[in-house]
């Protein structure tokens, strides 16, 4: 277990990306999404690209890296291509081979499609490749916290949030120490008939669902103990602040939009 | 079964940010029938050693040899199965991998998984029992109903319960009452006496690792710091304090006595009934009665 990548694990580092303020990144992340659905010319997909790039570039994240956090993607986005490049029956036939037919508007479709997809992932897997997953939770509450106002209950949700996120690592290396046990005694999780295999998790999941709960019973305590109470009048250990930085990204990313409300139709 | 480890590395997370060195370079061997400490600070790499002794982990770099199984980063055994029946491993908190809706099931489990016959297992079940002191009528209860100390029984239990040729014991002692200590660590000594066992212990207690070990292993962020008898190990105390462990209360006791008495007792790994009356005899002068 220790050996395999956790998508978008949070990678170190101090770079422009790394130091922007968490909302920053998930406000101009959401916008990003609807953006690139609005792509439609090869300029404007030009446009998109060279942002996702950039921003890859900025964050120092090494390439190799960002790429394995995308390796599960590969097949969808490979599919998606092929699916259009097959079905699609627009524009020129280009090619035809007994049933297969490929036209200029398949190729065209395929690979708009499937860079819609690539940039979705990549500026996606930025975020948590370059901010803690606390930063995060923080940034949502704050971003939700307009929600207050009609009782939907923010702080919660960001405890809820965080407090899972917090104990992911945690319950991986405790199906690891666990699996290992279990492994030592005999149990075989990875040949034999799938029947087996399937038997073979419950001595993994049984003491895994008693440890998670006696850990959850715990942590209540210790949390009472300490006097927490949650939402009014509980100050931050870190605030988040809008640096003149980040005003520079916005400035940069509406840019992004006007080009590609320009580019769009072109090309 | 000897065990031998050649050369051996091991890198978590090899070519990625978070790539970690916990072994680094490793060499010793250790030969069938002896009682070995590994010894170091929590970190030194000695959890991750005794995964290459069931092959949880192979070496990325050099060999280790269980009996005949050879593992190395390219080789693994064709019959895993078969080295981990003959290594029992009890890990830390082994009270963590009970499962089972009653006890004795759940003792049964190991021996079932390597193909032991039903009848076999019930004999092995009534022998161990009274061993690591349980009593019979717990046989049909729930794991989970135990008390801690109980529960690290059951699960030693269904260690032994396997009969394995080399037992690894992970700190089995941590967090149970000193008497529950002692008898846990006794009936493993009597038991690495009575089946001739390969025993290899991790600890932090130098008392432990004085006392029963024949052998120690000192392992310092990954590297093996020291090796030898415990009477060569322990009384070379500048080494061991120039990587924060201490010397056996023994070791202590007869350095000051030394000092106090100007008479050297020199160490041989006597117990304190022994050792009493050596010092009766060098004070004294005569021999106790």
């Known amino acids: ?267 | 079964m000897d065990i031998t480890f050649k050369d051996v590395s091991y890198i978590y997370q090899k070519n990625t940010p978070f790539a970690h060195q916990a072994l680094d370079d490793i060499s010793f061997s250790i030969p069938s029938g002896s009682f070995v400490a590994i010894i170091g600070h929590t970190g030194s790499g000695k959890s991750t050693l005794i995964q290459h002794l069931n092959g949880l982990a192979a070496p990325t770099e050099g060999e280790v040899m269980i009996g005949d199984f050879r593992i190395t980063n390219k080789e693994k055994p064709k019959d895993m199965k078969k080295l981990r029946s003959q290594v029992g491993v009890v890990f830390q908190y082994p009270e963590h991998q009970l499962f089972e809706e009653t006890i004795a099931k759940d003792i049964a489990f190991g021996p079932q998984n390597f193909g032991v016959a039903d009848r076999e297992i019930e004999k092995r079940i009534q022998e161990i029992i009274p061993m690591v002191g349980l009593s019979e009528d717990l046989l049909e209860r729930s794991p989970f109903d135990l008390s801690g100390g109980q529960m690290r029984r059951v699960a030693i239990a269904g260690v032994l319960a396997v009969k394995p040729r080399i037992l690894v014991l992970d700190e089995p002692t941590a967090g149970l009452d000193p008497r529950g200590q002692k008898e846990i660590m006794d009936m493993f000594y009597h038991l690495h006496q009575k089946e001739n066992m390969t025993t290899v212990l991790v600890t932090h207690s130098m008392e432990d690792a004085v006392k029963y070990a024949d052998h120690i292993i000192i392992l310092n962020k990954g590297k093996k710091y020291m090796e030898g008898r415990p009477e060569e190990v322990f009384t070379q105390v500048e080494a061991l304090n120039k990587v924060q462990l201490d010397t056996p209360e023994m070791i202590q006791f007869l350095d000051k006595f030394a000092r106090k008495f100007k008479r050297e007792i020199p160490f041989q790994k006597q117990t304190s009934d022994q050792l009493a009356k050596e010092i009766q005899q060098v004070l004294r002068g005569v021999e106790s009665p």
């Open chain 1, 1 to 267: 277990m220790n050996n395999t990548l956790i998508i978008g694990q949070y990678v170190p580092g101090n770079s422009v990306v790394h130091r922007l303020d968490p909302r920053t990144k998930i406000t101009i992340i959401f916008f990003f999404v609807i953006i690139v659905f609005f792509a439609n010319s090869f300029w404007s997909y030009a446009v998109l690209t060279l942002f996702g790039l950039l921003s890859m570039f900025a964050s120092k994240v090494p390439i190799r890296f960002v790429m394995k956090g995308l390796m599960p993607i590969w097949f969808l986005i490979v599919f998606t291509f092929l699916l259009h490049l097959f079905i699609n029956k627009d524009g020129i036939l280009l090619l035809e081979w007994s049933f297969i037919k490929i036209y200029t508007g398949g190729v065209i479709q395929g690979i708009a499609i499937s860079m819609r997809f690539f940039l979705l992932i990549l500026i996606t897997s930025l975020l948590t490749l370059t901010t803690t997953p606390i930063a995060i939770t923080d940034a949502v509450e704050q971003i939700l916290h307009p929600l207050k106002k009609i009782k939907f209950p923010v702080h919660e949700l960001a405890l809820m949030m965080s407090i899972s996120l917090r104990f992911i690592p945690t319950l991986l290396q405790e199906t690891d120490k666990i699996s290992k046990a279990q492994a030592s005694r005999g149990v075989d999780f990875r040949t034999g008939p799938v029947k087996e295999r399937l038997k073979a998790v419950i001595p993994l999941l049984v003491p895994l669902f008693v440890s998670a709960f006696k850990r959850a019973e715990e942590l209540a305590m210790a949390m009472e103990a300490r006097g927490y109470q949650g939402g009014e009048g509980r100050t931050k250990l870190r605030e988040l602040k809008i640096s003149k930085l980040d005003i520079w990204i916005y400035i940069l990313f509406i840019c992004v939009i006007i080009g590609l409300f320009l580019t769009r139709n072109y090309g």
